[in-house]
């Protein structure tokens, strides 16, 4: 079960079980808000990076997963992203092998976003990347 936090004016929160089906949940309701805030341009991309950035959470830590999404008031240039989970363990860029099966998550995060980065929290972490809005 997923706790809805927020999905009201500029913000919109989420809270996931440690759970694998927490993927495919929070790309649904990412992609669902932004489709509610008329930004379906981005709903594609925003759904990987979140995808990927919670399955490096399921995958390192234990615990709860936060995803928010947030908007800027006025004119919109940039959709901020965030995912937060319990371990306080950084990520770290790795590279990634031909043959390798993972290990891309962050690559792509870094290179399909403006900017991204990391930040501790209270109990555990936030990684949090920007993406350009269209116009």
């Known amino acids: 079960m997923i706790g809805v936090l927020d999905t009201q004016g500029e913000s919109a929160e989420w809270t996931f079980p440690a759970d694998p089906g927490a993927v495919r949940t929070a790309r649904a309701v990412v992609r669902g808000q932004l489709r509610n805030w ?3 341009e981005v709903g594609d991309v925003t759904a990987l990076l979140v995808s990927e950035l919670v399955t490096n959470a399921l995958r390192h830590a234990t615990g709860p997963i936060g995803v928010r999404l947030v908007r800027p008031a006025g004119p919109a240039t940039c959709l ?5 989970d319990p371990s306080p363990a ?3 860029k790795r590279t990634a092998h031909s043959e390798d099966e993972d ?3 962050l690559q792509l995060v870094a290179h399909s976003s403006r900017r991204w ?3 501790p929290a209270n109990s555990g972490k936030t990684v949090w990347f920007e993406l350009a809005l269209p116009g």
């Open 90 to 92: 950084p990520p770290r």
């Open 38 to 40: 008329g930004l379906e």
């Open 117 to 119: 980065g990391t930040r």
């Open 103 to 105: 290990g891309r998550g």
């Open 80 to 84: 901020l992203v965030e995912v937060s």
